[in-house]
């Protein structure tokens, strides 16, 4: 039997590493893609909604996958797979190739990946602990994150002896490989130690998970997994609104390159200590209510930043304002899976209502970056950027409203189950 605690840390370790190289690298240093890969905003776009389109293919199958079979090879079989396309990524690809990799990636990380992840860690929380599960769960992943994002700055900045990405583009084209290289060793680490720390006896044999038609059947009759499926779009789209802020920050608040990667990876530790937090506060008050707060104060922080332009005197505010909405965006991500047991999903259907949901609410990653990247570079400089906030402003009021219905259908259920279902086996 292993240890709780190895558990959970192999599942954070596995859970972030699968995405470090389809999202990290354009995260953290997005200037510096842009430049060597030769592509627009709009390019990078474009490649990232090739990876929607084959992870969304993904999501329902997968679900039914995890329902079968043990997630120990599931998982790491499909970091072992992200692996590989990092070795093709360091070769730098052009636009076509980008887009084979990018589809190919949203295949290995999501159809073999995803609702195993969740399930074993619905697993993990038992039936009292979800909120904290997942929180503990999202903000380790951001303890990951956080951690290998600096590394890979100081292997970034290295690099340049003088500092000087501008002069020295040999330097940029070489430092860049040097970061995909890390992440890529990583995502093999992590594959190994998958394997070797997960529980195997999570395989279940219950004839309802040897139907997966029946379950996707019955689980697509289910409002409220729509309704989540819904709050999970909204979420996931204010995350995906962090990927601007390297950009932001060398275009509008006049840092180097060095400098917004620095200042991103920095801003990353704030989501341990609040996806952890949110997940306490979910369970303590319920993941909904939480929710509909934490779409509040992000959506008044995009909206502050879509009017807001830089001058001397607010630009401790603008940082200050950043901050926040990374707060916020990370402890949204941290419970947004723990209304599975607010909302009365069986477990025997978790992995077949996590793909239904994935499949729905992961759609941003076919869309978010097109739309971005065209509001970005089609008006140049702040204005911009002003509209891609304003933008997610208005996604985060969609979110709250998503979440106010699954309030008033999980209240329409809870009425109508007399005594209330509990969650099975």
């Known amino acids: 039997m292993r240890h709780p605690i190895l558990v959970i840390g192999a599942l954070i370790l596995a859970g972030e590493a699968i995405f470090a190289l389809p999202f990290h690298v354009a995260r953290f240093f997005r200037a510096t893609v842009l430049e060597v890969f030769g592509f627009s905003n709009a390019n990078l776009g474009d490649v990232f909604a090739v990876y929607g389109i084959t992870a969304m293919i993904a999501y329902f199958p997968g679900g039914a996958i995890a329902d079968r079979f043990p997630p120990h090879k599931l998982m790491s079989l499909s970091l072992a797979a992200t692996a590989l396309g990092g070795a093709y990524m360091a070769t730098i690809p052009g636009y076509l190739g980008m887009s084979v990799l990018f589809a190919y990636w ?3 990380s999501i159809l073999l990946f995803w609702a195993a992840l969740i399930r074993s860690t619905r697993e993990w929380g038992g039936e009292l602990s979800q909120g904290r599960a997942f929180g503990i769960l999202d903000g380790g ?3 990951v994150a956080a951690g290998l994002a600096s590394i890979a700055v100081v292997i970034f900045g290295s690099r340049f002896a003088a500092g000087d990405l501008a002069t020295d583009p040999a330097g940029r084209h070489a430092a860049l490989v040097s970061v995909i290289i890390f992440y890529t060793a990583i995502t093999l680490i992590a594959s190994v130690l998958t394997y070797w720390l997960i529980p195997r006896q999570t395989k279940s044999t219950s004839p309802h998970t040897l139907a997966p038609l029946s379950n996707m059947g019955e689980v697509l009759r289910r409002p409220i997994v729509w309704a989540q499926a819904a709050i999970v779009v909204c979420a996931y789209c204010g995350y995906k609104g962090l990927d601007n802020y390297a950009l932001y920050a060398v275009d509008v608040l006049g840092m180097s390159e060095v400098e917004a990667a620095g200042f991103t990876a920095a801003s990353a530790y704030l989501r341990p200590v609040a996806a952890i937090a949110a997940g306490f506060l979910a369970d303590r008050y319920s993941a909904s209510r939480v929710m509909v707060a934490l779409f509040l104060v992000v959506g008044a922080s995009y909206g502050l930043l879509g009017i807001a332009a830089p001058a001397p005197g607010i630009k401790g505010m603008m940082i200050a304002n950043i901050l926040i909405s990374f707060a916020g965006v990370y402890a949204l991500r941290g419970v ?5 047991q607010e909302t009365r999903i069986p477990g025997r259907l ?8 994935s499949l729905v609410g992961y759609t941003p990653d076919i869309f978010f970056a097109a739309i971005g990247g065209r509001l970005i570079d089609n008006a ?4 911009g950027h002003q509209h891609y906030f304003l933008f997610l402003a208005g996604i985060m009021l969609a979110g709250v409203a998503a979440t106010a219905l699954l309030l008033v259908l999980n209240r329409r259920n809870a009425r109508s189950q007399s005594p209330p279902v509990g969650v099975a086996p």
């Open 106 to 108: 949203g295949v290995t």
């Open 141 to 143: 992943r951001g303890l």
């Open 336 to 340: 947004y899976f723990a209304l599975l």
């Open 350 to 357: 978790t992995g077949t209502a996590v793909g239904l949901i």
């Open 380 to 383: 140049p400089g702040v204005a």
